[in-house]
Nanobody, 116 residues
């Protein structure tokens, strides 16, 4: 059973940092690209970061470029999203996603709240 589980969210002050983790199971994690998304209530889910299966290519949304870093450890079947210089507008539920053939799987999400 393909599963993704995010963790690491929480409440942080503006300018602070958090590191999210996404652990995959039930599939060969190293063979698949991973994406991170975020969603604010009432808005569409937004893709913010992408990493190729081998980790040799990453892309970012303009809204997070130079502040967020996506990485992965294929031995641990885990992708990370390091978030620095957080802003109140980064407040959202954060999700990781994997696409395997015609199947798309999402994690349950982890909430990030940036507030003083």
């Amino acid at each position: 059973q393909v599963q993704l589980v995010e963790s690491g969210g929480g409440l942080v002050q503006p300018g602070g940092s958090l590191r999210l983790a996404c652990v995959g199971s039930g599939f060969r994690f190293r063979r698949y690209d991973i994406s991170w998304y975020r969603q604010v209530p009432g808005k569409e889910r937004e893709r913010i970061a992408f990493i190729r299966d081998s980790g040799d290519r990453t892309t970012y949304a303009d809204s997070v470029k130079c502040r967020f870093t996506i990485s992965r450890d294929n031995f641990k079947s885990t992708s990370y999203l390091q978030m620095n210089s957080l802003k109140p507008e980064d407040t959202a539920a954060y999700y990781c996603r994997v696409v395997i053939g015609v199947m798309t799987r999402w994690g349950q999400g982890t909430q990030v709240t940036v507030s003083s």
